[in-house]
């Protein structure tokens, strides 16, 4: 068998530390911070403790690199969601639709996203990192959209600033109700099948109520 090629050799490296990455996300969300272990985040990615030293050299390092690379990510993500061509409103549907449904389809990754803010004074403890200037660029893609919205008339007239950040308001509340209401049904013991149906209508009332901001009178 003929060695790797450097290409290949970097491929793994790669691949290695998203496994990392992807465990620690799950560990993240059933645990928190403080909680999670090296040593958990190694089981759960299927590799020898000492081989995430090997990528990462602390806890601290492993969550410096996941918070930079899960914002990064939504950013990208949302910058290019409303960069696409169409009416604004229906991105801000769409988007919305999506974001939502993560709750239910990725409940670990949305989970991270819910309470990454509390942490990063621990991840980043002697830097001034504050989610809310993240958050502040973040949202510029949105605002960009509702004043082309209003431009068509798909979007009510109003200050774009405040009504970007009142629509993710809603939206990131209209998440946090929805996993609440995803554990109280399974905690009642309610069947697959209605806890689904039950969901999918939190859902489009979730929805509803973030587009009723931007939604022409």
Same mark, same amino acid.
């Given at each position: ?143 960009? =959209? ?23 308001? =809603? ?40 587009? =009723? ?5």
């Amino acid at each position: 068998m003929s060695p790797r090629t450097k290409e290949q050799n970097e491929e793994i490296r790669k691949q290695r530390s998203r496994e990392i990455l992807q465990a620690a996300i799950v560990v993240y969300a059933e645990k928190g911070y403080a909680a999670s272990e090296i040593g958990e985040i190694a089981e759960r990615a299927g590799l020898a403790r000492g081989l995430v030293y090997h990528y990462f050299k602390n806890k601290q390092n492993l969550f410096g690199q996941l918070y930079t690379h899960m914002m990064d990510r939504t950013e990208q993500f949302t910058k290019s969601h409303f960069g696409q061509a169409g009416s604004a409103f229906d991105l801000f549907e769409g988007y919305a639709r999506i974001v939502c449904k993560q709750v239910l389809e990725e409940p670990a990754v949305s989970h991270f996203y819910m309470r990454i803010s509390m942490d990063v004074s621990y991840i980043f403890p002697e830097e001034s990192i504050s989610p809310f200037e993240w958050v502040k660029s973040f949202m510029q893609p949105m605002e960009q =959209a509702i004043v082309r919205g209003i431009s068509e008339q798909t979007i009510r007239s109003g200050n774009a600033s405040l009504m970007a950040m009142q629509f993710w308001g =809603a939206v990131s509340q209209g998440m946090n109700y929805l996993e609440k209401r995803q554990q109280e049904l399974i905690t009642q013991g309610a069947a697959q099948s209605e806890v689904l149906k039950q969901l999918e209508m939190v859902l489009e009332q979730v929805i509803e109520s973030a587009l =009723a901001v931007i939604k022409p009178s």
